[in-house]
């Protein structure tokens, strides 16, 4: 071997490896929840970080930016469709109250005591046949037939279960003889064709001598309360 002749040198080029951040926030960000979406967006951006100053060592820089516009677009579709859910929810349980509170209005206001009991929580609250007929009695010898019905606020009440929320609801009816305010107490559950029902706990309908009530011992409205603990403090 000459002096001019070298020996040969072995030269490795260091290989570039797929950024494990880049494939975790592409898999979060395209999963339809915001909270997780919004967190690929954020790891998305990370990982552009780590692959700008890797030299070169880490690659991905394409899925991670696919992560951050991903992450944002499918956050931004689930918190409308969420909204909209919310929206459509309310209208369905608003329903599902209207139609029990009338059918039990309307039925035991006409002597229909086991139709009207159908509209009723028994198994939480249960009452009597007599109860009903009571009620019934009362009603139209006071204030007539039912005429139309409207629900106000609805509010969550306490108690209850997740499977079958309770709810507070203030009503304006229009009876024979004349409107009167009202006040309910529901659950809300779910039947075996995903309907949503309403079962009644207890009812009140204002009056100006006194108000009518099932159950007897109904407790007042949330509002009732309010104002009576104001008044003791006083």
Do not use: Y
């Not at 592409?26 to 990370?46: D, E, K, N, Q, R």
């Amino acid at each position: 071997m000459t002096q001019d002749q070298q020996p040969p040198t072995s030269s490795t080029t260091p290989v570039s490896k797929l950024s494990s951040l880049a494939v975790l926030a592409i898999i979060a960000a395209c999963i339809p929840c915001p909270p997780v979406s919004l967190v690929g967006c954020v790891l998305g951006l990370m990982a552009l970080s780590r692959i700008r100053n890797s030299g070169g060592l880490l690659r991905g820089r394409k899925l991670a930016r696919i992560a951050v516009v991903a992450g944002l677009l499918v956050s931004l579709g689930g918190m409308i469709l969420m909204e909209r859910l919310a929206d459509e929810l309310h209208v369905w349980r608003k329903q599902a109250i209207t139609e029990s509170l009338h059918g039990f209005l309307v039925e035991a206001g006409q002597g229909n005591d086991a139709e009207a009991l159908a509209h009723w929580d028994l198994a939480g609250t249960p009452i009597s046949v007599s109860e009903v007929q009571a009620f019934g009695t009362e009603l139209t010898q006071r204030l007539g037939q039912l005429k139309s019905l409207q629900v106000g606020k609805i509010s969550p009440a306490t108690g209850g279960s997740l499977m079958q929320p309770p709810m507070q609801v203030w009503l304006l009816l229009e009876f024979d003889g004349g409107s009167r305010n009202g006040s309910s107490r529901l659950i809300i559950e779910t039947s075996g064709d995903f309907n949503l029902r309403a079962r009644i706990q207890n009812l009140k309908i204002e009056d100006v001598d006194l108000d009518i009530t099932i159950p007897a011992s109904a407790s007042a409205s949330p509002e009732d309360d309010a104002d009576e603990a104001e008044s003791s403090k006083s």
